[in-house]
Every structure is written in structure tokens, then in C-alpha cells.
């Protein structure tokens, strides 16, 4: 029977064990699956109360409130929604039938798009009823410049990437190749789309409702105006949290299922008896929702804890919050926030923080500034960018598209429009995530599947991966 490691770093000449020999396993992180349902009750307890102590009345359906712009942009967002699936489909049938030709097209035309997506927020920003002279306006323009600056970037690491073009498309096919041969990984990637879209809905009604708490005040012009309960900001804040959260163990319990699944894959297709896409993938799951339940919250849970602060606070106030998890985190701080460890826990049964010393130390996977093999990483990362384009680029439009709707439309003109935008630029991310989410996925346990097999220079399982991950001929 195949054995599994309880060391940080895996043995030499280590196979994960068969998902269908049914090894008892020891549940990991178990804290931390009950902290994530304690405060998922908390949120729902907490949205009860808000629904029993506010009502909407005649004079707030008036006002211009977040509750009124996100009430009458329910139409552009259901429109979003749409528009996602439908692109998230035609991406998916290019990448199946044309993969090559499909992404070259992609590299010269992304540019091209990121341009048309400056200047259509540039020129609508000037269009509205106040004739551009509002903060709104004027953080439109600003935020157009952020496509401008992607495609500078793009440009300038598809050239310096040239080199490992043509091993970046071959480890797009050998994902493609994988989820051919695991349809079922399909199903799973659906159901988590269609779970996590009911989800968000759900969360739009009681975030909404959230910025009922306040009250109308009639100024001497005969204005009325929309004052918010202090608490109100803070509690949204706690909505926003737990919503980013539950997206990162909605998209956890997806990759442990598919890091398991390529596991199987990648080890053992060719032993016999083998058991049909729909059993590995069943028996995927349930220890994606069972033994790493508690590692999945976990790692969603530092991944938002330790990643938010870069984008909100500056760089002295970020390296005080580097220090301080670095003093009670065990492990690289990094590596214990990468996708990948999560993969690497999955396929070698362990907790997050062995993980992240145990990836660290594989000759292919360096999570530091400098990466020893750097071919290998260049090549990786190459790919991961030409699957994630497609979907920045949709939540980009859909984004502006429902901001400037928003802001020019809803209410004669809604000075929250950036909130309706922020909540299609979501939904365009998650709904394409049906696709590239779950290509991405399979290229991550892939490349971790092939640096575990390289452990003691081994390797051989998959002759394809050594080729485009590692290389060799």
C-alpha cells in the first residue's frame, strides 16, 4: 500500500497514496473549519437583526443611498452575470478545440483591449449630468490609467518571456490534456461556480441591507440626503471580509479536490483497475470537506489577513505587520500564502505549516525573490498569465461597464457607482474562474505533482511534464 509522509519535507521517491484506497486520514487544522462556521453563523445572525430593525420607506427609496444604487442596478449585474457565462464558455471551447493558436492571438490582441479599456472610462467619465467635475469623475480617470499600465507591463514581460512561449502554451495543452482525461473536474468546477454565484446574491441582499442603517435628513434647499449610522462602514468592511473569505474556501475546497485529482493523474493512471473521473473526483471532495476542511479556512484565512495589508497600508506600516506574523507564524510567510502550498498539503496529507516549509525546500518550486531554476519558473509563470488574461481582461470590462451604468443611469446618476462596479469587476472574475480557475488549478498541481517527482532525481511519471515544466528531452 502506498504510504504518506508525516514530514515537512517529502522522502525520496514518495507517491501519494490512491484516493480510492481508502487510507484513513487524519483531519488537519480542525480550529480553523469551526472558527470559519462560527463566524459564518455570526454573519447571518447579524443580517437577521439588521432585516428586523430597518424597512425601506418612501423617502430612502428616493435619496441617493449604496441601498438605492444597488437595488436598481440588480438588472446591469444579472446582465453581467451573463455576459460572464457566455465568455467563460467560448473561452473554454477556444482552449479545447485551438489552444495554440488561441493564445498566441490572446498575446497580440491583449494590448490592444487594456487600451480600449482606458479610454472608454476616460471619455464616459466626462459624460455625466455634473459634466465631470465630481471626486466619482475624477476617480474614474485615474483608475482608467490602470489598463494602460497592464499592458505596458505585458508587453514588457512577454518579450523578456519570449524564450518560454512555447513551453508555457505546451503546459496550457498538457492542463487541457488533464481535464480531458478528468471530465469530471468539469462538474466540479460548475458546481463551484453555481454555488458560490447563489452565494453572492445571497450576500448583495444583506449587504445591501447593511446601508439601511441611518436616517433621512432634509436640508434647508429641500435636498434630502441619506446620512449612514457610524457602524454601519464597519460592519460593511466585515461583510466585504467574510465575502473575500468565502470566496477563498469556495476556491480551496476546488483546488484540493483538483490537486488530488491530478495526483491520481499523474502517479496512477496507469495502474489497473482504474476508476472512473466521476469516483476520483467524488472521493476528491469529500476530503476536500472532511480532513482538509480546517486547512482550506486556514490558508484563505492569512492569505486575506496578510495579503490586505499590502494593498492598504505603507510600506513601514506593512513591514510592522510582515514582523509581527513572522514572529507567530512558524515558516516561510510567503510560502504559507502561496496556492501552491495548499496543493502540496493536499497531495502529501499534511497541515499548512509543514507545507510551506516542505515547498520551500523542492528543487523546483523556489517561493523566495530568486528561483534556482529559473526556466522552469519563468515557463510556469508564463502560463498562469495567459490563462488568467482573459479573465482580468472580463472583469475589467464588466467592471467599468457597470461603474459607468451606475454612475450615469441609476438614480439620474448615482454618486456610489464605484460600488456597483467593484460588485460586476467580482462577478466577472468569479463566473471566468469556471474556466481559467480550474486550468489554473490544474497547471499549479501539476507543476507541484512534477517537482514532487523530481525529489531525489527521480521523476518519469509524466514524460510530458518533465518536457514543458523541467525541460528535459
Same mark, same amino acid.
Given at each position: 500500500?502506498?504510504?504518506?509522509?508525516?514530514?515537512?519535507?517529502?522522502?525520496?521517491?514518495?507517491?501519494?497514496?490512491?484516493?480510492?484506497?481508502?487510507?484513513?486520514?487524519?483531519?488537519?487544522?480542525?480550529?480553523?473549519?469551526?472558527?470559519?462556521?462560527?463566524? *459564518?453563523?455570526?454573519?447571518?445572525?447579524?443580517?437577521?437583526?439588521?432585516?428586523?430593525?430597518?424597512?425601506?420607506?418612501?423617502?430612502?427609496?428616493? /435619496?441617493?443611498?449604496?441601498? /438605492?444604487?444597488?437595488?436598481?442596478?440588480?438588472?446591469?449585474?444579472?446582465?453581467?452575470?451573463?455576459?460572464?457565462?457566455?465568455?467563460?464558455?467560448?473561452?473554454?471551447?477556444?482552449?479545447?478545440?485551438?489552444?495554440?493558436?488561441?493564445?498566441?492571438?490572446?498575446? @497580440?490582441? @491583449?494590448?490592444?483591449?487594456?487600451?480600449?479599456?482606458? *479610454?472608454?472610462?476616460?471619455? *464616459?467619465?466626462?459624460?455625466?449630468?455634473? %459634466? %465631470?467635475?465630481?471626486?466619482?469623475?475624477?476617480?474614474?480617470?485615474?483608475?482608467?490609467?490602470?489598463?494602460?499600465?497592464?499592458?505596458?507591463?505585458?508587453?514588457?514581460?512577454?518579450?523578456?518571456?519570449?524564450?518560454?512561449?512555447?513551453?508555457?502554451? !505546451?503546459?496550457?495543452?498538457?492542463?487541457?490534456?488533464?481535464?480531458?482525461?478528468?471530465?469530471?473536474?468539469?462538474?466540479?468546477?460548475?458546481?463551484?461556480?453555481?454555488?458560490?454565484?447563489?452565494?453572492?446574491?445571497?450576500?448583495?441582499? *444583506?449587504?445591501?441591507?447593511?446601508?439601511?442603517?441611518?436616517?433621512?435628513?432634509?436640508? /434647508?434647499?429641500? @435636498?434630502?440626503?441619506?446620512?449612514?449610522?457610524?457602524?454601519?462602514?464597519?460592519?460593511?468592511?466585515?461583510?466585504?471580509?467574510?465575502?473575500?473569505?468565502?470566496? +477563498?474556501?469556495?476556491?480551496?475546497?476546488?483546488?484540493?479536490?483538483?490537486?488530488?485529482?491530478?495526483?491520481?493523474?499523474?502517479?496512477?493512471?496507469?495502474?489497473?483497475?482504474?476508476?472512473?473521473?466521476?469516483?476520483?473526483?467524488?472521493?476528491?471532495?469529500?476530503?476536500?470537506? /472532511?480532513?482538509?476542511?480546517?486547512?482550506?479556512?486556514?490558508?484563505?484565512?492569512?492569505?486575506? $489577513?496578510?495579503?490586505?495589508?499590502?494593498?492598504?497600508?505603507?510600506?513601514?506600516?506593512?513591514?510592522?505587520?510582515?514582523?509581527f506574523f513572522s514572529s507567530i507564524i512558524p515558516g516561510p510567510i510567503f510560502a504559507i500564502t502561496n496556492p501552491l502550498t495548499l496543493s502540496y498539503a493536499a497531495m502529501t496529507v499534511q497541515s499548512l505549516v509543514p507545507s510551506s516549509r516542505g515547498i520551500a525546500s523542492l528543487r523546483?518550486?523556489?517561493?523566495?525573490?530568486?528561483?534556482?531554476? #529559473?526556466?522552469?519558473?519563468?515557463?510556469?509563470?508564463?502560463?498562469?498569465? $495567459?490563462?488568467?488574461?482573459?479573465?482580468?481582461?472580463?472583469?475589467?470590462?464588466?467592471?467599468?461597464?457597470?461603474?459607468?451604468?451606475?454612475? =450615469?443611469?441609476?438614480?439620474? %446618476?448615482?454618486?456610489? +457607482?464605484?460600488?456597483? %462596479?467593484?460588485? !460586476?469587476?467580482?462577478? +466577472?472574475?468569479?463566473?471566468?474562474?469556471?474556466? #481559467?480557475?480550474?486550468?489554473?488549478?490544474?497547471?499549479?498541481?501539476?507543476?507541484?505533482?512534477?517537482? @514532487?517527482? =523530481?525529489?531525489?532525481?527521480?521523476?518519469?511519471?509524466?514524460?510530458?511534464?518533465?518536457?514543458?515544466? &523541467? &525541460?528535459? #528531452?
Amino acid at each position: 500500500m502506498p504510504h504518506r509522509t508525516s514530514n515537512i519535507e517529502v522522502a525520496e521517491g514518495f507517491v501519494p497514496p490512491r484516493l480510492t484506497d481508502h487510507v484513513p486520514l487524519q483531519s488537519q487544522d480542525t480550529f480553523w473549519s469551526k472558527f470559519y462556521i462560527l463566524s *459564518m453563523c455570526s454573519l447571518f445572525a447579524t443580517s437577521f437583526v439588521i432585516w428586523l430593525e430597518t424597512e425601506v420607506t418612501k423617502s430612502i427609496s428616493l /435619496t441617493d443611498s449604496i441601498y /438605492t444604487v444597488v437595488g436598481g442596478s440588480v438588472s446591469i449585474l444579472v446582465l453581467d452575470t451573463l455576459l460572464a457565462i457566455i465568455i467563460s464558455i467560448v473561452w473554454f471551447v477556444l482552449l479545447k478545440s485551438c489552444v495554440r493558436p488561441a493564445l498566441y492571438l490572446l498575446v @497580440i490582441s @491583449i494590448p490592444f483591449a487594456l487600451l480600449s479599456l482606458t *479610454m472608454y472610462p476616460l471619455i *464616459m467619465s466626462y459624460r455625466d449630468s455634473w %459634466g %465631470g467635475n465630481t471626486t466619482q469623475d475624477k476617480a474614474m480617470r485615474w483608475t482608467s490609467l490602470i489598463p494602460a499600465l497592464m499592458g505596458v507591463f505585458w508587453i514588457w514581460f512577454a518579450v523578456r518571456s519570449r524564450n518560454a512561449l512555447g513551453r508555457a502554451i !505546451g503546459i496550457v495543452q498538457l492542463a487541457c490534456k488533464i481535464l480531458g482525461e478528468n471530465p469530471s473536474l468539469i462538474v466540479l468546477s460548475m458546481g463551484t461556480l453555481v454555488s458560490f454565484i447563489a452565494f453572492t446574491w445571497v450576500w448583495f441582499g *444583506m449587504f445591501a441591507r447593511v446601508f439601511l442603517k441611518g436616517k433621512v435628513v432634509v436640508g /434647508t434647499s429641500g @435636498i434630502t440626503t441619506w446620512i449612514l449610522d457610524q457602524n454601519s462602514w464597519v460592519l460593511a468592511a466585515w461583510y466585504i471580509l467574510m465575502y473575500l473569505w468565502s470566496w +477563498g474556501v469556495f476556491s480551496g475546497v476546488q483546488r484540493v479536490a483538483t490537486s488530488e485529482t491530478v495526483s491520481q493523474w499523474y502517479f496512477h493512471r496507469h495502474v489497473q483497475p482504474q476508476p472512473s473521473s466521476m469516483a476520483v473526483v467524488s472521493a476528491s471532495l469529500s476530503q476536500s470537506g /472532511t480532513t482538509f476542511s480546517g486547512t482550506i479556512c486556514f490558508a484563505s484565512f492569512l492569505a486575506l $489577513l496578510i495579503r490586505l495589508p499590502i494593498l492598504l497600508l505603507p510600506r513601514r506600516a506593512m513591514a510592522i505587520v510582515q514582523t509581527f506574523f513572522s514572529s507567530i507564524i512558524p515558516g516561510p510567510i510567503f510560502a504559507i500564502t502561496n496556492p501552491l502550498t495548499l496543493s502540496y498539503a493536499a497531495m502529501t496529507v499534511q497541515s499548512l505549516v509543514p507545507s510551506s516549509r516542505g515547498i520551500a525546500s523542492l528543487r523546483f518550486i523556489d517561493l523566495g525573490r530568486h528561483s534556482s531554476y #529559473e526556466n522552469s519558473w519563468t515557463a510556469y509563470r508564463l502560463s498562469k498569465m $495567459l490563462l488568467s488574461s482573459a479573465r482580468a481582461l472580463t472583469a475589467l470590462a464588466l467592471g467599468f461597464g457597470a461603474w459607468v451604468h451606475a454612475a =450615469q443611469e441609476v438614480n439620474g %446618476g448615482s454618486l456610489y +457607482g464605484y460600488i456597483v %462596479g467593484l460588485m !460586476g469587476g467580482a462577478i +466577472g472574475w468569479v463566473v471566468l474562474g469556471a474556466t #481559467e480557475g480550474n486550468l489554473s488549478m490544474i497547471v499549479d498541481s501539476a507543476f507541484v505533482a512534477f517537482a @514532487i517527482d =523530481q525529489v531525489g532525481n527521480h521523476g518519469g511519471h509524466c514524460r510530458e511534464a518533465d518536457i514543458q515544466f &523541467g &525541460g528535459f #528531452e
